[in-house]
């Protein structure tokens, strides 16, 4: 189909989200894939997983880029060859890539009950707040996973190392503390059927300051 979404950003970002409602065949379609991208298909076991892969490729398409134009560091960032930041996501049948000129990440999620049963593991106490619903704890965790693909560093905790803040607002807040820094990055959320995303963008520069666990 179409492209599902495509949404602009401050600081020259796009958006571009794909419904996924085509099979392999058509999603190869118009696209040709590098030697690369051919080897990580044959390794992928799942359709949904290939058809993830594919839809991402079209995306790029629509963005102005060929499959060679994306790379991928030793951590598994992607990069693209022009220098313009690019963040890929995708769960079940959707896909998304962001696109701008500042670091930053993109996560799409399905609102499940399950989030509840794993927040412990993802969330500080203070950050659990009571009667959340499925799509308030599903934001959270787009938010930590749009956060870790920005920084594109490892060892970085969900549960110590990122706070997420002002949920409230139209902006919430990722709040990380990385080697004795903290690092802010403003969050645009959109949502839809059974969905939420999170954009995280770095937009500002570190301050010296370090989180405190409640757990």
């Not at 051919?38 to 102005?64: E, I, P, T, Y």
Request: hydrophobic residues 40%; contains cysteine.
């Amino acid at each position: 189909m179409p492209i599902y979404k495509k949404i602009d950003v401050p600081y020259n970002t796009q958006i571009l989200v794909w419904h996924i409602t085509e099979n392999e065949t058509v999603l190869r379609k118009g696209i040709e894939l590098t030697n690369l991208c051919v080897n990580r298909l044959s390794q992928m076991k799942s359709n949904v997983h290939r058809c993830g892969f594919l839809s991402v490729r079209q995306l790029l398409a629509a963005a102005g880029y060929t499959p060679s134009a994306l790379h991928y560091d030793d951590f598994g960032k992607p990069h693209l060859t022009d220098g313009r930041f690019i963040s890929i996501t995708h769960s079940h049948q959707f896909a998304a890539i962001a696109i701008g000129d500042k670091p930053l990440g993109i996560d799409i999620e399905k609102e499940r009950p399950k989030v509840h049963r794993i927040a412990s593991r993802f969330l500080d106490v203070s950050e659990r707040t009571p009667n959340a619903t499925d799509r308030i704890r599903t934001t959270q965790w787009c938010i930590k996973e749009a956060a870790y693909k920005a920084l594109g560093k490892k060892g970085v905790s969900f549960l110590h190392d990122i706070r997420t803040t002002n949920l409230d607002s139209e902006y919430p807040v990722a709040v990380v503390n990385l080697n004795q820094k903290t690092i802010k990055l403003k969050n645009w959320l959109y949502f839809w059927e059974h969905f939420s995303c999170a954009l995280a963008i770095k937009t500002a520069y570190p301050w010296k300051f370090r989180l405190k666990s409640h757990s």
